[in-house]
């Protein structure tokens, strides 16, 4: 058995999150795949026994559970001693870019992935305002990369890992990068991450089935 094990599927940005670092660090770890499009999340098993927030991703090590991939980061830069912060400034620092990305740009963008992409909802008021939401949140991070090689500090942390979580889907959810020439600089250096692949390469369940 491996040192940690994670409840994730492929499509999941979140999930990403967590597969990036336990790769890039070179951590001992195994998938453990879950059936969300068929509603495993939501059952009263999976509340129980995995996560009572019905979410993914869920990282077991040992006799610990850790859901929330913010929380999970944290922690795995303790452990694994890499992408943490080495001040508390650093400390500060990352943590904003991890709930900003958590509240203004992964809600958005994974939610209207969801719906553009794998519901096929096409357009409509809601996808408009998710998308709305999601552009401002990426005219934010676009200014901010302008200058600086990574988001936090003077190399990745684990608000890099966060943050770009779903910016690989950018071909499902239909980002011109163009628009965002900071951020695309910003997502090449990430790709050059010792353990990089995308997700789709790094956790199972892709393809859907038809
Ligand atoms: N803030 C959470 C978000 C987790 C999340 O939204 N996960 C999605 C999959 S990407 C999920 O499991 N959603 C289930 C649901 O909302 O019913 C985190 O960062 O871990």
Same mark, same amino acid.
Request: proline share 5%.
């Given at each position: 058995?491996?040192?940690? *094990?994670? /409840?994730?599927?492929?499509?999941?940005?979140?999930?990403?999150?967590?597969?990036?670092? !336990?790769?890039?660090?070179?951590?001992?770890?195994?998938? %453990?795949?879950?059936?969300?499009?068929?509603?495993?999340?939501? *059952?009263?098993?999976?509340?129980?026994?995995?996560?009572?927030?019905?979410?993914?991703?869920?990282?077991?090590?040992?006799?610990?559970?850790?859901?929330?991939?913010?929380?999970? &980061? *944290? /922690? &795995?830069?303790?452990?694994?001693?890499? /992408?943490?912060?080495? =001040?508390?400034?650093?400390?500060? #620092? @990352?943590?904003?870019?991890?709930?900003?990305?958590?509240?203004?740009?992964?809600?958005?963008?994974?939610?209207?992935?969801?719906?553009?992409?794998?519901?096929?909802?096409?357009?409509?008021?809601? =996808?408009?305002?998710?998308?709305? %939401?999601?552009?401002?949140?990426?005219?934010?991070?676009?200014?901010?990369?302008?200058?600086?090689?990574?988001?936090?500090?003077?190399?990745?942390? +684990?608000?890099? @890992?966060? +943050?770009?979580?779903?910016?690989?889907?950018? $071909?499902? @959810?239909?980002?011109?990068?163009?628009?965002?020439?900071? +951020?695309?600089?910003? !997502?090449?250096?990430?790709?050059?991450?010792?353990?990089?692949?995308?997700?789709? $390469?790094?956790?199972?369940?892709?393809?859907?089935? #038809?």
């Amino acid at each position: 058995m491996a040192d940690f *094990t994670l /409840y994730c599927m492929a499509q999941s940005g979140n999930a990403y999150k967590v597969a990036l670092m !336990l790769n890039s660090c070179g951590a001992d770890w195994e998938a %453990r795949w879950v059936d969300f499009f068929n509603g495993e999340t939501r *059952t009263e098993d999976y509340s129980r026994d995995v996560n009572v927030m019905g979410e993914v991703p869920v990282l077991v090590h040992g006799d610990l559970k850790l859901s929330q991939s913010g929380s999970i &980061l *944290t /922690y &795995l830069a303790g452990e694994l001693g890499q /992408y943490g912060p080495k =001040t508390v400034e650093e400390e500060r #620092e @990352i943590l904003r870019w991890i709930l900003f990305d958590n509240h203004k740009l992964t809600s958005y963008t994974g939610t209207y992935r969801f719906l553009r992409h794998f519901t096929k909802s096409g357009d409509t008021p809601v =996808t408009e305002f998710l998308g709305g %939401r999601m552009h401002g949140a990426l005219a934010v991070m676009n200014q901010h990369m302008d200058g600086r090689d990574f988001v936090a500090a003077d190399r990745p942390t +684990i608000a890099d @890992i966060s +943050i770009c979580g779903y910016l690989f889907f950018d $071909d499902e @959810i239909g980002l011109d990068w163009d628009q965002y020439p900071h +951020i695309h600089a910003w !997502l090449q250096r990430i790709k050059e991450l010792p353990g990089w692949k995308h997700p789709y $390469d790094m956790m199972p369940g892709h393809p859907l089935p #038809e």
